[in-house]
């Protein structure tokens, strides 16, 4: 199975598929594969645009791939504004597509916190971008930091 895991930045995505998925499964982020790229004391978020764009890079080819064994191991991918076309690419592939929304007052003092000031924007156009809760939108309580 396919999980796409959709929310604005700093919602809980993360944390949404540490309490899901399990040590065999695929679990695709791009955080995580820049974290993995970089040397000791990199930081979690925040990357150079180098190895974002070699992050980026590595997640399509980690897309591409994963997706030819879904039916060995459930595959859960980050995914924070799919185009349209992407959305059509994952449904074709019956991908489960979740919500992680804890509201916007939340996420902008979890940005405001711990990220880059530019995460405001991409928070702002992702808030922008929804008219209507999503039928399978999963609140995700505020945690401690």
């Known amino acids: 199975m396919l999980y796409v895991v959709t929310g604005p930045p700093a919602a809980g995505k993360t944390s949404w598929i540490?309490?899901?998925?399990?040590?065999?499964?695929?679990?695709?982020?791009?955080?995580?594969?820049?974290?993995a790229l970089t040397g000791p004391g990199a930081p979690n978020w925040n990357h150079d645009p180098t190895v974002q764009r070699v992050a980026q890079r590595a997640r399509f080819a980690a897309i591409d791939e994963a997706c030819q064994h879904l039916d060995q191991v459930d595959v859960y991918l980050i995914h924070t504004m799919p185009s349209p076309k992407a959305i059509a690419k994952y449904k074709r592939l019956e991908a489960r597509i979740i919500t992680v929304d804890p509201g916007r007052e939340i996420v902008m003092q979890r940005i405001a916190a711990m990220r880059s000031p530019a995460m405001e924007r991409v928070a702002g156009r992702w808030y922008g971008q929804r008219r209507a809760p999503s039928p399978s939108a999963?609140?995700?309580?505020?945690?401690?930091w």
């Open 138 to 144: 999963m609140p995700q309580a505020s945690r401690a």
């Open 18 to 35: 540490e309490a899901h998925a399990t040590a065999r499964d695929i679990v695709i982020d791009l955080d995580r594969i820049a974290l």
